[in-house]
């Protein structure tokens, strides 16, 4: 388990993390969430001990990081993939790693086969591509077989059959009761894969709450229903006191996403033809952007929007719209 308390970190008068307590328990992958400028690599670094917290503390199974006596046994974490030592090969580069936490040498084989990098141990790693490179430290976190695994942008750089193994890879480490924390920007990603999750912005924690529940809290649910008899189903609904927005399509929506048998009842009854009655509910993105708009510290504006020039260019700050951290404190 990491136990988060109170975490907050300052740079001069930056509060880049504010408070911030929660607990990532075993069994479950918590997806970490917030816009760029939120606080999440800040508080992963501290999770480490790589930056030291201003207020607060972190702990990993009841301890400090730092205290840990081989770290890799306890806890694997994906960072920053370019860390590798680009003059070594893959296997020398996780060869050192597990001699410095006495893991045996042939674990390094296994881990290289479980990413697939097998073909390429003996190269070095700086001829890696980004994805190859996202492999390897992968193995680098997998190595001690840790009962506790974080990573960050797993999927970075990954083709479509390497994002869907490390999806998989991090249910099933879940499902082996481990402990996964993974921060990503790709909603789609963390929704096929997170069961639970932390969203921060500002350095504030927002919410601590499974991925159905942050749906339902943060998105519109309701039900589109249509038919060739339009009106006559107009006049059905309000006699059974069912409040139906029309939309443009000719389709009626009804507020809840239970409503859907209720509505298919009163059709059938009434000899009614529905062509369409689905239930609508928002996406994890749609949510994520609902909660967080007031959290957001960098907005870029498309070029036809009024107040700004038409030639004018996107926002130089890569971090602010293309994934990365910016400031380093994303």
């Not at 059709?267 to 749609?286: D, K, R």
């Amino acid at each position: 388990m990491i136990e988060v308390e109170e975490l907050t970190k300052r740079y001069g008068d930056k509060l880049a993390v504010d408070h911030v307590s929660f607990h990532v328990r075993p069994g479950h992958v918590t997806g970490f969430l917030g816009p760029n400028g939120a606080g999440k690599s800040t508080t992963m670094r501290m999770m480490l001990d790589l930056d030291t917290p201003t207020a607060g503390v972190v702990r990993i199974d009841g301890k400090h990081y730092r205290d840990l006596p081989e770290p890799l046994k306890y806890m694997g974490a994906l960072l920053d993939a370019k860390a590798m030592h680009g003059g070594r090969s893959a296997y020398n580069n996780l060869l050192c790693l597990a001699q410095s936490n006495e893991i045996p040498r042939a674990r390094v084989d296994e881990v290289l086969d479980v990413v697939g990098l097998t073909p390429v141990a003996r190269k070095k790693s700086k001829g890696f591509s980004l994805g190859m490179g996202q492999r390897l430290g992968i193995a680098s976190a997998l190595l001690g077989d840790p009962k506790i695994l974080m990573f960050d942008e797993p999927v970075n750089g990954l083709d479509p059959e390497g994002i869907h193994w490390i999806r998989n890879l991090m249910k099933n480490l879940a499902a082996q009761g481990r402990t996964v924390f993974v921060s990503s920007h790709l909603m789609s990603e963390m929704a096929l894969t997170a069961d639970h999750l932390i969203v921060i912005g500002q350095g504030r924690l927002l919410a601590d709450t499974s991925m159905a529940d942050f749906i339902a809290e943060n998105s519109r649910s309701f039900v589109r229903v249509r038919s060739p008899q339009h009106e006559q189903l107009k006049d059905v609904l309000h006699r059974a006191g069912v409040t139906a927005v029309e939309v443009g399509d000719g389709s009626f929506e009804i507020e809840g996403v239970g409503v859907a048998k209720q509505i298919g009842e009163l059709a059938a009854a009434s000899g009614l033809t529905l062509h369409e009655l689905s239930p609508q509910q928002a996406s994890l993105e749609e949510a994520f952007m609902r909660m967080t708009a007031g959290a957001v510290e960098y907005h870029a504006h498309n070029p036809d929007e009024p107040g700004l020039p038409a030639a004018a260019a996107p926002p130089t700050r890569w971090g602010a719209q293309w994934g990365g951290s910016g400031d380093g404190k994303g």
